[in-house]
């Protein structure tokens, strides 16, 4: 976006943004809808920019109300795209700190409200004033289609059940958000989600995410002709807090609930499909977990900037964070501040709040995280042979670079519990929809044609991520439902 530019960030290449997220999906995409995407979003912030009046201060840059999440010491554009472990990363993301806007916000000067809500009215009375209508406690039911399969309308129910039928102008575009709130379709389509909830002893209806959407939008595609993508489907697992704690995906070591490494842990971009294959204690209270000694900010430091990340644009969570770790633990542990979440927010701050379990010897640590018996001796014997190959300054057994092989030695000991027994459930959201055209028309289940005049936005679309999300910089799928809306309107209007 021209906003991004003018502080200090790109133009970047945006073919080979294009490229890294096809590989990031290894290829399991639409090639055509990450083009879209890319090309289409820095004219969807800089139209959302331009419709926020002079009253508000949401993309104040300068005066610290929103931050674009940046690496350490990386703070402008000049550096990027950074590159770990052969996966490319670039400063891009807005993030609005959870300020808020002191003067009464829209038409009907409402106070008291978050900077997402205020963009969400700005965006809603813009719309109005070019002559949108709202249809509130109506649930869409079914397509109106012609002869020839085109969409001419919607029918939709009412509270009180009885039924509407609206037709169409131009096209009907779906997007009425993902199916986590539906447990039923996670189970059967999420097929990694259900088979290791039921080789875990987890029940289906637990497999429900952050949303309360339940696949309408979905289903009403795929009555009209549609179809969903093919497996792998991906979900957005343990987001927000996809990472191990509060560090995020930084690149320590990391063991499992056996005591055991498993994975280059520099490999940020593969920490969900690598973690959710690991066990988990029969008792279902140890996952995974991230291990650091005192200097645990070298660590922090050499981490990037993709989803899950530590976020160096916002220097000021650091202090909070680091004043947390020195704290006093109780019960062996300290309660720290992820630094994943840019917030000034105390109510956002304490929700991302997390236990690290703190201890004067490698042992004490583990065993206050709960490791007991051969884990808790497969632990302490993995960290002696990590530190070996820090000495050596080779990683044979796992491909880690030296540069981010840093020894673990001096106490206190840090152990960061990763949320692992979340990743059976969507997490924040499912990812997989219905496949669509670079423009976002819907496919037939063939892929020959367009089912004409429908369309499908957000996460009612799908073939974006491949089997899980991982993304070149965070925030991309807040940042894919603003401009595929934008571009599939911009689309059926032009008709």
Same mark, same amino acid.
């Given at each position: ?189 999420? /097929?990694?989600?259900?088979?290791? !909830?039921?080789?875990?002893? @987890?029940?289906?209806?637990?497999? *429900? $995410?952050? %949303?309360? +959407? ?15 993508? /093919?497996?792998?489907?991906?979900? !957005?697992?343990?987001?927000? @807090?996809?990472?191990?704690?509060? *560090? $995020?995906? %930084?690149? +320590? ?15 940020? /971009? ?9 066990? @988990?204690?029969?008792?279902?209270? *140890? $996952? ?208």
């Amino acid at each position: 976006s021209k906003m991004l530019e003018s502080w200090g960030f790109g133009p970047y290449d945006l073919e080979e943004i294009v490229n890294e997220y096809v590989r990031r999906a290894a290829g399991r995409c639409n090639t055509a809808v990450i083009r879209s995407f890319v090309y289409n979003s820095g004219e969807m912030m800089d139209n959302l920019a331009s419709i926020v009046p002079d009253t508000s201060t949401v993309f104040d840059y300068e005066g610290r109300q929103c931050t674009v999440q940046v690496a350490h010491e990386q703070p402008d554009g000049s550096a990027y795209p950074i590159e770990k472990a052969g996966y490319k990363q670039w400063a891009s993301t807005v993030q609005t700190l959870s300020t808020m806007n002191e003067a009464p916000v829209g038409k009907n000067q409402l106070t008291g409200v978050t900077r997402l809500a205020e963009l969400e009215i700005y965006s809603r009375e813009a719309a109005e004033d070019l002559g949108a209508q709202w249809f509130c406690e109506q649930t869409a039911v079914t397509c109106v289609q012609g002869s020839d399969g085109a969409v001419t309308g919607i029918i939709a129910q009412d509270a009180d059940g009885k039924y509407v039928k609206y037709e169409a102008a131009k096209g009907v575009i779906l997007s009425t958000g993902d199916f986590g709130a539906n447990y039923d379709m996670v189970w059967e389509l999420c /097929s990694e989600c259900g088979e290791n !909830a039921e080789r875990h002893g @987890v029940p289906k209806e637990s497999l *429900i $995410g952050m %949303t309360d +959407c339940d696949g309408s939008g979905h289903k009403i595609g795929c009555w009209a002709g549609g179809a969903i993508e /093919s497996h792998p489907r991906p979900v !957005a697992g343990s987001a927000p @807090v996809i990472g191990f704690g509060p *560090i $995020g995906s %930084t690149p +320590c070591l990391w063991v499992n609930s056996l005591g055991n490494r498993f994975m280059n842990e520099e490999m940020s /971009s593969s920490l969900l499909p690598q973690s959710i294959r690991q066990p @988990v204690s029969e008792d279902g209270t *140890i $996952g995974n977990m991230a291990v650091t000694d005192k200097n645990y900010m070298a660590y922090i430091e050499k981490a990037g900037i993709d989803h899950g990340s530590p976020n160096w644009g916002f220097p000021e969570g650091f202090d909070r964070f680091t004043a947390a770790m020195e704290g006093k633990p109780e019960g062996g542990a300290v309660t720290v501040p992820s630094l994943v979440i840019a917030s000034v927010s105390d109510q956002m701050v304490q929700m991302l709040s997390t236990k690290v379990f703190k201890g004067d010897t490698v042992e004490e640590a583990f065993k206050n995280a709960g490791l007991t018996g051969d884990a808790l001796k497969n632990a302490v014997a993995t960290v002696e042979h990590y530190n070996e190959l820090c000495a050596q300054g080779s990683d044979p057994e796992f491909g880690k670079s030296a540069d981010t092989l840093l020894p673990l030695t001096e106490p206190p000991f840090y152990v960061y519990p990763q949320a692992t027994t979340a990743l059976y459930g969507p997490g924040l959201n499912t990812l997989a929809g219905l496949c669509v055209t670079g423009d976002y028309e819907v496919l037939n289940m063939a892929k020959t044609a367009v089912i004409p005049n429908l369309y499908a936005v957000g996460n009612v679309m799908g073939e974006r991520y491949g089997n899980s999300y991982n993304c070149p910089s965070a925030g991309n799928n807040m940042g894919n439902a603003l401009t595929s809306g934008r571009v599939a309107g911009k689309k059926a209007a032009a008709k």
